[in-house]
């Protein structure tokens, strides 16, 4: 049995308690929306840990002596999140819901750069490998998503999500984000074919980073990554609401 095979036994155990009525619904989105966003901008040096940005994000509370910055990247990634499952209605994607992701995420950052593509040059700190250059990012971001309207159907769900991550970031539309923005992408493809998310632990950031960089050559250890990390987050799911676990053959 494949990873992917694996994968899909466990959405359809997942999928046997679906519709999740609204409370329930309510909470699951709740938990990621606390998990999610503190996993993705600690992957990118945010400090705020994953009780803190609990706090934030229920109770409103600031923490004292951690930079405003780690608050504004929390309020707008779960802003962005919310944004997320607005987009379940159809299994589209398009530029239009990545500059909206961006400009929710950046706009207390940097208004005049929220929801903009970069307009100078950036590289990559520990890569050897260079983004895409200013006057290409548009031209590349209509390929990526003439790329996944046309796709989608051509790979396993899961794949298709991490391949969207691994062409999304490597173009590096953004002059800052990116990863995030990434992410959510990746999430929002995954949701709106009724996978669960993928949360990538801050404590695997090497491993992850490692094989983004690698999958320049060679994407399949980084999509198999990703495919990991959904079966994690089923795995959870399945502990948290009692689901039995299916026998793997």
């Not at 999140?81 to 987009?87: E, G």
Request: net charge neutral; with cysteine; charged share 30%.
């Amino acid at each position: 049995m494949t990873l992917y095979d694996k994968i899909d036994r466990y959405k359809a155990a997942i999928d046997e308690l679906r519709p999740f009525d609204g409370d329930m619904l309510k909470e699951i989105k709740a938990y990621y929306r606390i998990g999610l966003t503190w996993s993705s901008n600690a992957l990118e040096g945010n400090t705020l840990t994953e009780s803190e940005t609990k706090i934030l994000l229920e109770d409103g509370l600031t923490v004292g002596g951690k930079p405003l910055k780690d608050t504004f990247e929390t309020l707008g990634h779960a802003q962005a999140y919310d944004f997320m499952f607005t987009l379940l209605g159809n299994r589209q994607i398009t530029e239009n819901d990545a500059l909206t992701m961006h400009k929710m995420f950046y706009k207390d950052i940097d208004p005049k750069e929220a929801g903009k593509y970069r307009n100078k040059m950036v590289i990559i700190t520990g890569s050897k490998y260079a983004v895409c250059k200013v006057e290409q990012i548009q031209t590349e971001m209509n390929k990526l998503f003439q790329w996944a309207a046309m796709g989608r159907d051509k790979y396993h769900p899961v794949e298709f999500a991490a391949q969207l991550h691994k062409r999304f970031v490597f173009i590096h539309p953004f002059i800052d984000g990116n990863g995030r923005i990434s992410r959510l992408l990746m999430n929002t493809a995954l949701i709106q074919d009724g996978y669960m998310l993928a949360v990538i632990p801050p404590i695997l950031r090497q491993e992850y980073i490692s094989l983004l960089e690698r999958a320049h050559k060679d994407d399949r250890p980084f999509v198999d990554f990703i495919a990991k990390q959904v079966l994690e987050s089923e795995k959870e799911i399945m502990r948290l609401l009692h689901i039995p676990f299916p026998e793997l053959k």
